[in-house]
């Protein structure tokens, strides 16, 4: 695209993939082992009920954290080639251009507005 500094965007893609590749290894450096290994014994032998259901909400919570994090990094690895290709900032539904003020917002955005509002319908 023409009017937009695809070299802004590739720093601001690439600040944003170091941000959510150090917050994916600190999950995962914070729950390594087993939900037993968390409690200190065999999960759900003498802990009490309350500890085992925090102990478990939080390592689920994490795993949706690290989740999401992983598909933004996917998303993230995907503009920056899209940026290599020159079709950075194509939507990839109608292949119109995409809103630099959506881009700024969401450097990773696939789609324009109003395809991405038709996708979360």
Known sequence: M???DTADF????LEARGRLTNAVDFLEHENPGSLGDELGEPTGLDNHLGD?????Y???LDEGLEEGAQQTLRDIDHALQKIDDGSYGTCEVCG???APERLKAIPWARL?????????A
């Open 10 to 13: 590739r720093a601001r893609l």
């Open 112 to 120: 324009c507005i109003d395809d991405q509002r038709k996708a979360d």
């Open 52 to 56: 085992t259901a925090t102990a478990t």
């Open 96 to 98: 119109k251009p995409i």
């Open 2 to 4: 023409s009017d937009i």
């Open 58 to 60: 939080d390592r689920e």
